[in-house]
């Protein structure tokens, strides 16, 4: 349930001209109505995450400029923020945008989305994108992080995907696929560089980060709740699919508490070092 296929871009009205673009634009806005679930449910990043971006952009994060798009209620702003970047936030929902507001009082958010940022040129020393680049047409995305990066910035994305190869999990992601008739999991298999297409002309770099968390089981199905297709889903079907879910998890894990185990898919690109 990570990374759905990038038609138009979902703020354009006009755009919305087959089914399958009505439903992804109903998919963008559905998470205004469940900003504080997201918030609280949904995993953050793992340390190693911005070391690596450090790393791969070649700059400390401490002091750097970042923008964060589509930032929703602030969970890798909030990290960004505490490794000591001048960070502010690009988010086009008003929920969410409220969210961030309440649990980020201190950082500045602008309301906008990657296809148009509204921001100068070259004023960002990295952009970056956590959970947020499939929600954007990226014909018109790259060009526009070109424009806000400065000569010699980074353009970074990435996911939490959820580990496959840990059994119970691949048994998961399949009833999710039986449920909503998809193969949601292809789609996390098929993740890299083509996914980010036309920026992976740009030279990305791939970075996989595994980590893990431990959780009750009601935050993990409110984590799974949180998600765009559960979101669009009716209420009857969305609490029958839950209800079951939570016996599989209970039958794996009886004390109640799920392990989670997720890989981080990181593309980062570096900006032309002259405008």
Do not use: C
């Amino acid at each position: 349930m990570t990374t759905p296929p990038t038609p138009p871009t979902p703020d354009d009205p006009a755009a919305q001209t087959t089914p399958a673009q009505a439903g992804h634009s109903a998919r963008a806005h559905s998470f205004n109505a469940a900003a504080a679930q997201y918030a609280a449910n949904r995993p953050s990043y793992p340390p190693a995450l911005f070391d690596a971006l450090e790393e791969l952009s070649g700059r400390p994060l401490k002091g750097s400029r970042v923008v964060d798009v589509g930032a929703g209620t602030g969970l890798a702003t909030a990290r960004l923020h505490e490794r000591g970047a001048d960070v502010i936030a690009v988010e086009p929902g008003a929920g969410m945008a409220t969210e961030f507001r309440r649990t980020l009082p201190g950082v500045p958010i602008v309301r906008g989305n990657g296809n148009a940022l509204p921001l100068a040129d070259h004023t960002a020393d990295l952009l970056t994108y956590a959970q947020a680049w499939h929600w954007t047409d990226p014909a018109l995305a790259v060009p526009e992080a070109l424009r806000v990066l400065r000569p010699g910035g980074a353009l970074a994305l990435w996911w939490n995907t959820e580990a496959l190869d840990v059994p119970w999990i691949a048994a998961a992601a399949r009833r999710i696929d039986q449920h909503f008739d998809l193969d949601l999991s292809a789609e996390k298999r098929n993740l890299g560089p083509g996914a980010a297409d036309p920026a992976d002309r740009l030279g990305l770099t791939r970075r996989e980060i595994r980590w893990s968390r431990r959780v009750p089981v009601d935050a993990h199905l409110a984590n799974l709740a949180s998600h765009s297709v559960f979101l669009t889903d009716t209420d009857e079907r969305r609490a029958a699919f839950l209800a079951d879910e939570r016996r599989h998890l209970l039958t794996a894990f009886p004390d109640g508490v799920v392990e989670e185990t997720y890989v981080v898919v990181l593309l980062l690109a570096r900006s032309p070092l002259t405008p």
